[in-house]
């Protein structure tokens, strides 16, 4: 969030992410919200809500009585989400490293479903967070797994390794910042919380052909994905990386696998 180039997003970009996030982002946010164990009456907090699909799916389990609000950095994602906005759902532009502006203790539920690794600095935004939390209040992420890194992103490492892409070096803040299911207790325990579960679980899926797969990546990356690439070599970079996904191609198209961490943890009770 704070830090990465938030420039390169686009309407169609955002509206991609809302169609392709469908399969992906949501169908695993949805068990994330499932584990956390949200129900009627609750007050929830969607850090990176992006379009407002999962969002949308957790006002519904918190009722009337609950209170949904969703909070992104990119304002073309956040036009989108409002179109879903309700009595008890609404969204804001903001990020991260900006909720000082909300009260202590006012949230039952906090997640971040596929957000995390977009943190640079993460110690500040966890600590924020607990403070959001009201005693015994939930936290819940998922995001990639540093130890076992997504295919397309391996092979776009290697891709752009070389030369004429070798000459524009990748910003730091521009590109996922993974952890190790280890580094992620570590965080998590240093903001106060305590963990009831991390699991490096298997994150399988298939693109049609390699175009497909770096759209996802676009959309998903708000354009990060090549973005530091002077426009005149993008195209050129696009198809070095298909050439190198039509490796993996199975009957059911380009198969790109990885490892996703799934945690959860808790605010202490007060005693």
Do not use: C
Request: no cysteine.
């Amino acid at each position: 969030m704070s830090g990465l180039s938030l420039v390169f997003d686009t309407p169609q970009l955002a509206q991609d992410y809302e169609l392709r996030s469908a399969d992906r982002q949501f169908r695993h946010g949805k068990r994330l919200i499932a584990e956390l164990g949200v129900r009627a009456g609750d007050h929830v907090l969607d850090v990176g809500s992006g379009t407002g699909l999962l969002a949308e799916h957790v006002a519904g389990l918190v009722g009337l009585t609950g209170k949904v609000l969703g909070i992104d950095p990119l304002p073309l994602r956040v036009e989108i989400a409002q179109q879903k906005a309700k009595a008890n759902l609404s969204f804001q532009v903001g990020n991260a490293y900006a909720l000082d502006g909300l009260p202590s203790g006012s949230f039952d539920v906090v997640y971040l479903n596929a957000v995390f690794h977009w943190l640079p600095e993460k110690t500040e935004p966890l600590r924020q967070i607990h403070r959001l939390l009201k005693p015994g209040g939930r936290i819940g992420l998922t995001t990639g797994a540093k130890d076992h890194p997504n295919r397309l992103q391996a092979i776009k490492r290697e891709v752009l390794s070389r030369e004429p892409y070798a000459s524009y070096p990748e910003s730091r803040d521009g590109t996922p910042h993974w952890v190790t299911a280890v580094e992620l207790a570590g965080l998590l325990g240093g903001a106060g919380f305590t963990v009831q579960k991390i699991e490096a679980q298997e994150n399988v899926h298939h693109q049609p052909d390699g175009r497909a797969a770096i759209a996802f990546s676009q959309a998903s990356s708000f354009g990060n994905f090549l973005g530091h690439l002077p426009e005149s070599l993008r195209s050129q970079a696009i198809e070095d990386i298909q050439r190198e996904l039509e490796a993996f191609r199975t009957p059911e198209g380009i198969r790109l696998e990885g490892k996703r961490l799934f945690a959860i943890a808790h605010k202490p009770a007060s005693h």
